[in-house]
């Protein structure tokens, strides 16, 4: 197989196969795989009708992403053999990771029980009713109602839509919450800041929607999505400063109402493991969990 580096001239070959493919998972959107291509060093090729991802995190074992085209037949299992075929030329275990759980049972038919199974809690995606989200009605919500109503009580407040002119400001709000997170590239030399700055630095190309809030006149937050598929947006980025009393319920909130208020369903990525961030997540109730799973050859 021959492997092209993405890159952003590759957005309408992306964009051709997940419009017919309809991704659940939150990885698969051209945005997401453009803005993290450095740091899982992605790779691509068309095969059989597939769009075959294939990744070499650093000091990871490489693995594939599930095949995005049809979904059975003659030309999944050649696909499927001549993934496996490139793993073993390059000294590589077969895996497979981000699988939806749509996939185990094909997989099971054509790798005749040669794969093992297992769930990939921390990188499962939560997904939430958007009226959820927007009216915080109820008493499962009723404390991300009051952290609103707070905001709203203590601060003057704008919602201002995110266009290229912003740019900057969300660089700003970025580079601040990595000093108060003392955030800092745990894998080579990438990290979220670095990704970041790609979505805004590539943002009149990757045509996502954004929003920024400005608090008592300041702009404090800032949040990024787009549609997954015919039915789901996903929110890729949600920056804020902690410090302001329910600035992160109230730009969640705002942006659904204001942007996806006609979408079903809102896709918030996953938790990664992270205990803090698994209970912001849940306090929300997500409707569902996309479950995925990493698959690996015997």
Request: charged share 30%; proline share 3%; net charge negative.
């Amino acid at each position: 197989m021959e492997l092209s580096r993405i890159e952003i001239d590759h957005k309408p070959i992306f964009d051709k196969y997940f419009k017919s493919y309809n991704p659940q998972i939150s990885e698969f959107t051209f945005t997401n795989l453009f803005i993290w291509r450095d740091f899982y060093n992605l790779s691509f090729t068309e095969l059989n009708g597939f769009l075959v991802i294939i990744a070499e995190p650093y000091k990871e074992a490489p693995f594939s992403f599930m095949f995005v085209g049809d979904s059975g037949g003659d030309a999944f299992y050649e696909t499927y053999c001549r993934v496996g075929e490139y793993f073993k030329s390059k000294g590589w275990r077969l895996k497979f990771e981000r699988v939806d759980e749509q996939f185990l049972e094909l997989l099971r038919k054509y790798s005749k029980d040669e794969l093992e199974f297992y769930l990939d809690d921390k990188n499962s995606d939560y997904v939430y009713l958007t009226e959820n989200l927007i009216s915080l009605r109820g008493k499962k919500l009723h404390g991300q109602k009051n952290h609103v109503n707070r905001f709203l009580k203590e601060y003057e407040n704008e919602y201002i839509p995110l266009t290229v002119e912003h740019v900057d400001e969300c660089l700003r709000i970025m580079e601040e919450w990595c000093a108060e997170k003392y955030c800092h590239c745990s894998r080579g030399p990438y990290c979220e800041k670095h990704a970041n700055a790609e979505l805004l630095k590539n943002w009149e190309v990757l045509g996502c929607k954004g929003a920024l809030i400005k608090v008592n006149g300041k702009f404090k937050a800032y949040t990024i999505g787009e549609m997954l598929n015919t039915d789901t947006a996903v929110i890729h980025i949600e920056k804020a400063d902690s410090k302001v009393n329910g600035l992160y319920s109230f730009i969640n909130q705002q942006f659904c109402k204001n942007e996806f208020s006609n979408v079903p369903y809102v896709n918030r990525e996953q938790d990664m493991g992270e205990e803090g961030l698994r209970k912001a997540k849940r306090s929300y109730h997500p409707v569902r969990m996309v479950d995925k799973y990493i698959i690996l050859k015997k």
